[in-house]
């Protein structure tokens, strides 16, 4: 064993430092469901910047030091408070925030978020069935991005007015009637952020038939 150890020590160095990195500095997380919809899709797999936000002691949720401030829009992976399964979902209300959900519409303090250039898809489902989509650009607070309703699904559509809490953040799915976010799991406090997602490292059509997705190669995240 002692030999054996001797003669491989610069691979085990090679894989503990490797591990050290995935654990503090950066990881990657695969897209297993379609609760990201129309940004993320089944079979992407997101880089993930673990030190946007926090330096952590490795395995642990044990905050070292605050590095920066999650902003609202950011696409983030994180720990659900409810069952500690990782989730990976859009921030859209921040400490002090007042956010609320009428019929789909999305309210932040109170302002109402504006719904652009909105567009029928086929939303694929389980079986290889499709469900009627709708796909629009989302402009709340400054910010946009693509967000997806299915009007034939049941869903929560309204909720709120709601403050969110001190060290706590919101968190909603882009596609909104197929995403178990802080609608169901409540808010995420800061120690339970794991990172930033910001760019599609690869993608394959896992729904279908495991293609490659090589137009989303190294696709931003936004």
């Known amino acids: 064993m002692k030999t054996w150890l001797r003669n491989n020590r610069g691979f085990i160095l090679f894989m503990c430092l490797f591990g ?3 654990l503090a500095i950066a990881d990657w997380n695969p897209i297993p469901s ?3 919809r129309p940004t993320l899709l089944e079979g992407d797999v997101v880089l993930v910047d673990r030190l946007a936000y926090n330096f ?3 395995l642990t949720d ?3 030091a605050q590095l ?3 902003q ?3 696409v983030v992976t994180f720990t659900s408070p409810k069952d500690g399964v990782r989730l990976i979902k859009r921030l859209v209300a921040v400490p002090g925030n007042v956010i609320e959900m009428r019929n789909e519409k999305l309210y932040l303090n109170g302002e109402p978020a504006q719904y652009l250039a909105a567009f029928n898809v086929a939303e694929p489902t389980e079986g290889g069935a499709t469900t009627p989509a709708i796909q ?3 402009m709340l607070a400054g910010g946009g991005h693509m967000v997806q309703v299915m009007p034939d699904v049941m869903a929560l559509r309204s909720f709120g007015p709601m403050q969110v809490l001190q060290d706590h953040y919101f968190f909603l799915g882009d596609n909104r009637d197929n995403s178990a976010d802080s609608r169901f799991i409540g808010m995420v406090p800061r120690h339970l952020l794991i990172g930033r997602a910001h760019r599609v490292l690869v993608s394959a059509d896992i729904k279908r038939n495991w293609m490659p997705r090589w137009d989303r190669t190294l696709e931003r995240i936004y």
Do not use: A, N, Q, W
């Open 20 to 22: 050290l990195f995935r």
């Open 34 to 36: 379609g609760s990201m």
């Open 56 to 58: 952590k002691l490795p």
């Open 62 to 64: 044990v905050i070292l």
């Open 68 to 70: 920066g401030t999650p």
């Open 72 to 74: 609202r829009g950011d």
């Open 136 to 138: 629009m650009r989302e």
